[in-house]
């Protein structure tokens, strides 16, 4: 039975979040803790490009009408789960940020649309890497997107994930 939605806010999860990926391990917790409910498998209801980027990491870019409805899942999370999320996204670091977005559920025929939030490629670099990555987008980060992601603890000693994609983003790379 889900949860009140009283002081939680839907996060629609398209990358490494999802079942069966490298970081649903969070959301499975934040499940297990009632800090989240899963709400189904969701679309965005405007196109967005979804690209991959340094260390296999997926990136949502907020170009409305650009790239393809991104299939992902929708949770309602908690203030004290939301916390958790902005920590491994890297918000205060200007890694993604946290912006509204509109969704429809996966199979819903009536094309009833859902207030919620993604997190996005941080704007500093967010339509650079879309260009860079030659504007072409994925519907979905799937399987095999999953097996070229490089967890938070395998990367290189002292990785800068920002840092290197400014190095990526200008060629260096």
Same mark, same amino acid.
């Given at each position: 039975m889900p949860m009140a939605v009283a002081n939680q806010v839907q996060i629609f999860t398209y990358g490494t979040l999802k079942q #069966? $990926?490298?970081?649903?391990h969070l959301m499975q917790d934040l499940i297990a803790r009632k800090d989240a409910v899963f709400l189904g498998s969701h679309f965005t209801h405007q196109p967005h490009p979804l690209v991959i980027g340094p260390y296999g990491i997926p990136y949502l870019i907020n170009l409305p009408g650009h790239g393809h409805r991104?299939?992902?899942e929708l949770?309602?999370?908690?203030?004290?789960?939301l916390v958790r999320l902005d920590q491994l996204e890297g918000?205060?670091? #200007? $890694?993604?940020e946290r912006l509204p977005i509109q969704v429809c559920k996966d199979g819903d025929k009536e094309g009833a649309v859902v207030a919620a939030e993604a997190y996005f490629a941080h704007g500093?670099?967010?339509e650079r890497l879309w260009e860079r990555k030659g504007k072409v987008g994925l519907v979905e980060?799937?399987?095999k997107e999953g097996k070229g992601y490089i967890r938070i603890e395998d990367r290189p000693h002292g990785c800068d994930v920002v840092r290197d994609i400014t190095s990526f983003l200008s060629g260096n790379e």
């Open positions: #069966g $990926h490298g970081n649903h991104v299939k992902g949770y309602s999370v908690s203030a004290r789960g918000t205060s670091i #200007g $890694h993604y500093s670099f967010g980060f799937g399987e």
